[in-house]
């Protein structure tokens, strides 16, 4: 896969986010894929993009930058998420999601990074109702 197809498969992950549409993300990860949350920790694939899914009622996501890693196994990208939750509450944060990319191509691993500080003062732990 060249550099060029590692950022097209990442932006396609942030169109799916945005679009919520769980199957397809999780067809572009390997079975054995996990997430790692600030808020939940590490967790396997499937659960963690249907807890994610039960506490959103929209998502809208805008990459700002895809970057594939020096020896193109991983990518980071820095992305902005304007997020309306299933209570009503809208939080906008950025964060930086760091993807490893397995030998098939498919992600192994997506590590996801933002301040969760203005989150939880905003709107408390809106997954403990999911």
């Known amino acids: 896969m060249t550099s060029a197809e590692k950022t097209a498969h990442v932006r396609r992950y942030f169109e799916l986010l945005t679009a919520s549409v769980i199957d397809c993300i999780i067809s572009l990860f390997d079975t054995e894929a996990h997430v790692v949350s600030p ?5 396997n694939l499937a659960d963690f993009f249907k807890k994610l899914g039960d506490a959103s009622s929209a998502s809208k996501l805008t990459v700002f930058d895809v ?14 998420y304007d997020w309306t939750l299933k209570n ?17 191509g498919r992600f192994a691993s997506i590590p996801i990074f933002y301040d969760t500080h203005p989150v939880r003062n905003d709107v408390g732990d809106k997954y403990a109702s999911a």
Not at 39 to 43: E, N, Q, R, S, T
Not at 90 to 95: A, E, L, T
């Open 39 to 43: 808020f939940l920790g590490k967790m």
């Open 88 to 104: 009503g509450d809208q939080i906008v944060f950025q964060g930086v999601d760091y993807f490893k990319f397995s030998e098939s």
């Open 67 to 80: 970057l594939v890693g020096e020896y193109g196994d991983s990518a980071a990208t820095h992305f902005e």
